[in-house]
């Protein structure tokens, strides 16, 4: 529930309290699906990640938001999941199904895409650990498979609290906090509805 005064906390903090208990269930939800078991498991998961960075793309590289976030057009990681997609053979037509349902995002204004991009980049903290899962389980890497989830080289942490600090600079009004908090709520919707469509139904996907 979004309450009227909404400005006690900062807004990264705010955007985290808000979508707390989404992220922990999509978070048990993925691990319940096993990406991790084998090679064909771990490509569904790697779809689910292209829609997400297919939504995404766009708004790292608007200028309004480039703006108001300092260094966020570096921040943009489609390139390497198109890559792992590639090392995974992903066919064409599967690619084009995870273009276009990525690009039909449209977020309604800049704070809700300020909302998509909060939830987009606090998943690369998660993603230390499905690394590493990639790694021992699938003998995955960073330059082969998962190179969308390394770590940046400045190291996650940094670089998370970095764009911790840029949200909390910015000066938005209540109304506006709100609409980052629906944009992350939306992020986080996409993702999961991206998870039971190409993860729970077990469809067949390219395996290297
Ligand atoms: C099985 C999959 C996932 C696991 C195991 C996982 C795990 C984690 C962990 C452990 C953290 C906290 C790291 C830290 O504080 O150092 C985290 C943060 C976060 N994750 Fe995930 N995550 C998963 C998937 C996702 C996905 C798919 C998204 C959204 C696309 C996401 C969004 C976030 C966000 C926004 C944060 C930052 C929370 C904050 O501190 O504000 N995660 N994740």
């Not at 057009?73 to 792992?84: F, I």
């Not at 997609?85 to 204004?109: V, Y």
């Not at 770590?151 to 764009?163: D, I």
């Not at 986080?188 to 395996?207: G, H, I, K, T």
Request: net charge negative.
């Amino acid at each position: 529930m979004i309450t009227a005064d909404n400005t006690a906390l900062p807004l990264s903090s705010y955007l985290k309290e808000q979508t707390t208990s989404t992220h922990e269930s999509l978070d048990r939800r993925i691990m319940a699906l096993a990406p991790f078991s084998n090679r064909e498991r771990f490509a569904c998961f790697l779809r689910m990640q292209l829609r997400l960075h297919y939504a995404t793309a766009p708004l790292y590289q608007n200028p309004e938001l480039q703006a108001m976030l300092p260094g966020l057009a570096e921040r943009n990681r489609l390139d390497a999941v198109q890559r792992d997609c590639a090392d995974f053979n992903l066919s064409e037509q599967q690619q084009e199904e995870d273009r276009l349902a990525g690009t039909s995002i449209k977020p309604a204004n800049a704070e809700e895409a300020i909302g998509w991009l909060y939830t987009h980049e606090g998943s690369t903290l998660g993603a230390a650990f499905l690394l590493k899962y990639a790694k021992d389980q699938l003998g995955l890497s960073e330059s082969f498979g998962a190179r969308h989830l390394a770590g940046h080289t400045e190291g996650r942490g940094l670089h998370w609290r970095q764009f911790k600090q840029a949200l909390d600079d910015l000066d938005l009004t209540p109304q506006a906090r709100s609409a980052a908090v629906e944009g992350a709520r939306a992020a986080f919707a996409f993702v999961r509805a991206s998870v039971e469509e190409l993860m729970a139904d077990n469809q067949p996907a390219a395996a290297v």
